[in-house]
């Protein structure tokens, strides 16, 4: 029997510490101290464990031999296993300069093994609790498992302690073929339940032709608040990756503005009197959609103001118009000033259905149309000396009812029932937050002002703390998951640090970007032809990759993050990102300038278009995430789409 007694160890220039204690069966992984602090309970049963799929039993492989190589730790070790030989080897080492380790994991077998999986943690035992985010999974979630792992955008998993003192992404070197539904790496879990289960990597469906190779990365954050821990880790992980933004050049702004406006002109979506279909190619999208109806006619409105085509002017006063046929008017109602978001074309009836799923007014919705009517209003009202005051007033009506719906907690309900009333759960309000402010300055109205702060107490409480952006789709449940809410609230605060100076209100919008840049896809995947890198998972519901913005400024808020900071990390994916909208593009045909639904889908999810390519598009919207994507064009360059009359 071997005598194990060399304890081992490395140690960086921050202070962060790997030690290795020798076991009577080998050397297991260790412990890692910070600061002479113990990050937590070492991992003394082994380097990493086999589990039996079938009945959960462990099986913990130490290795037989370790050497201190400068400063890597190399270990290696076999096992038998049923009839199975298990040969592995590792390599440890530690960033230089930041609290960051690496753990290389090597294993073949001689014959396939079959009902067991590889485990890999970085402890075992708990002396702390802890919470997870992993988008579009888990946040703040005592409990993660997600077998076999996809639509992860950085593939790593947050886990921080309950009281915010340590913070730890865990994940998948991003050098690695990662997550490839056509290779071994389609079988990779992650798994965590607090006080029961370490975070840990499976790997399953072990086979004697394969040669694993499996790099994983820790890093830690004692900032201390959730925020500035974000922000921390994710700029350890660019550095320790060094994540660059690839090249991708499609058309310029000026050619993209004016592709859309060329087919928007002539598409056949465009309903006289009424507005513009939602979108082609899902047959339950045969509505205008009133909800975001305001905004496409303040867009329509700023065109004319630059090209002097009258056509503009009409098809926004149309809209505009339209739109006030769908408020409740009758002071009596409990909904009285409630705008319903949709027009069905089928019914020829207005309805707040949402494709037939999640019924009821949308007060952050609501909020949103109030903004763009005003906007309107006074776009009209200076440009034309011409005061439509039904427009003012109706938008003054919609934001007294969304004032009336806030829950008891501080947020806005994500619905709220049409006969009777009743609210759902507070979600994100991600078109709320910046709305209100807005609507303030161009009211005068304090009391937008003082709701506007209300559910900013809100947001830093249950939605920034907890890293739970929620409820943004309208057609989803209210605790929905999902990316674009996030970016709402990262106008409101960069509109408070342009109102204020204060640099609380950058830093917040600051680090609320780091964790949506958490959520993207940092690389080209590689076995999708389509570009991947900065698209997300658009919510839990459709699991596909999309690049665009969804009712929010998320191209605008990256350029003014540029500006503000001097980061050339938001200028790369401000670009990155625009030219990934601009790919989406449809170049022709009726549609023409629409953006297709999704970029890629790399693990074959969206099946209900009956297509089976990595590289499937879905529908064309002629609205929402295309006409986002050009306002805020509009509204970054005043020079743009300046046409002689």
């Not at 300069?97 to 035992?125: G, M």
């Not at 329509?300 to 098809?315: A, C, Q």
């Not at 009758?330 to 019924?359: M, P, W």
Request: proline share 4%; aromatic share 14%; glycine share 6%.
């Amino acid at each position: 029997m071997k005598d194990f007694k060399k304890l081992l160890a490395i140690k960086n220039k921050v202070g962060l510490e790997w030690t290795i204690e020798p076991a009577e069966s080998g050397y297991p992984l260790g412990a890692f101290t910070w600061a002479g602090k113990l990050i937590e309970s070492p991992l003394s049963d082994g380097l990493f464990s086999l589990r039996n799929i079938k009945t959960g039993e462990r099986c913990w492989l130490c290795a037989d031999s370790a050497e201190k190589d400068g400063d890597s730790i190399r270990l290696s070790g076999k096992i038998q296993v049923d009839s199975s030989t298990l040969t592995f080897s590792g390599i440890l080492n530690l960033a230089s300069d930041s609290a960051a380790a690496c753990f290389l994991l090597k294993w073949q077998l001689d014959r396939d093994l079959p009902n067991w999986e590889v485990c890999i943690s970085y402890h075992k035992d708990f002396q702390n609790s802890w919470l997870c985010h992993l988008y579009p999974f888990a946040e703040n979630s005592k409990f993660l498992s997600a077998s076999p792992l996809e639509y992860v955008g950085v593939p790593s998993a947050l886990f921080y302690r309950d009281d915010f003192s340590l913070g730890i992404l865990y994940g998948i070197d991003v050098a690695s073929d990662y997550l490839n539904p056509t290779t071994w790496t389609s079988q990779v879990g992650l798994h965590f339940t607090d006080q029961v289960t370490a975070p840990e990597f499976r790997v399953s469906k072990l086979q004697a032709s394969v040669d694993y190779n499996f790099q994983l990365h820790i890093i830690f954050s004692q900032a201390g608040n959730p925020l500035p821990m974000i922000a921390e880790l994710v700029q350890s992980w660019i550095k320790l990756n060094d994540f660059k933004t690839d090249q991708l050049i499609v058309r310029t702004p000026q050619e993209a503005l004016a592709l859309f406006l060329d087919g928007r002109e002539k598409t056949s979506a465009w309903k006289k009197g009424f507005g513009y279909r939602l979108e082609e190619g899902d047959p339950e999208s045969n509505f205008i959609y009133l909800g975001e109806q305001p905004l496409s006619a303040y867009f329509e409105y700023l065109i004319f103001e630059r090209t002097g085509v009258s056509l503009w002017r009409e098809r926004a006063f149309e809209q505009m118009d339209f739109v006030l046929k769908a408020q409740t008017t009758d002071s009596e109602s409990i909904q009285y000033g409630a705008f319903h978001t949709a027009y069905d074309l089928g019914k020829l009836a207005f309805d707040s259905d949402d494709r037939g799923r999640n019924i009821g007014y949308k007060p952050d919705l609501n909020a949103y149309m109030a903004r763009y009517i005003l906007e309107l209003w006074k776009h009209v009202k200076e440009h034309e000396g011409i005061d439509r005051q039904d427009w003012y007033s109706s938008a003054i009506l919609a934001s007294n009812w969304v004032l009336r719906q806030q829950n008891a907690d501080g947020g806005l309900p994500q619905k709220v029932d049409v006969e009777t009333g009743a609210k759902s759960i507070s979600s994100t309000a991600g078109r709320a937050l910046p709305a209100m402010s807005i609507i303030h300055a161009l009211t005068g109205d304090n009391r937008f002002h003082a709701f506007a702060e209300s559910l900013e107490a809100f947001t830093r409480q249950c939605v920034e703390n907890r890293f739970y952006f929620t409820g943004h789709h309208p057609d989803l449940p209210p605790d929905e998951l999902e990316e674009a809410s996030i970016w709402g609230v990262i106008e409101y605060w960069l509109d408070k640090y342009d109102r204020t100076g204060d640099e609380e209100s950058l830093e917040r919008a600051t680090s609320d970007a780091y964790l949506a840049f958490l959520w993207w896809c940092p690389k080209q995947l590689s076995w999708v032809r389509n570009p991947t890198q900065c698209s997300a998972a658009e919510q839990q519901h459709f699991l596909q990759y999309s690049i665009y913005c969804y009712q929010n400024r998320k191209i605008q808020c990256l350029y003014r993050l540029a500006k503000l900071t001097n980061n050339t990390l938001f200028s790369d994916l401000y670009e990155r990102i625009l030219q990934g909208v601009f790919w989406t593009q449809v170049v022709e045909g009726d549609q023409q300038g629409a953006t297709y639904e999704r970029i890629a889908d790399p693990w074959l999810a969206r099946n209900d278009y009956d297509e089976s390519d990595f590289n499937s598009l879905g529908s064309k919207y002629i609205g929402e995430q295309s006409l986002d994507t050009m306002l805020q064009l509009l509204e970054m360059d005043p020079q743009l789409l300046i046409f002689e009359n």
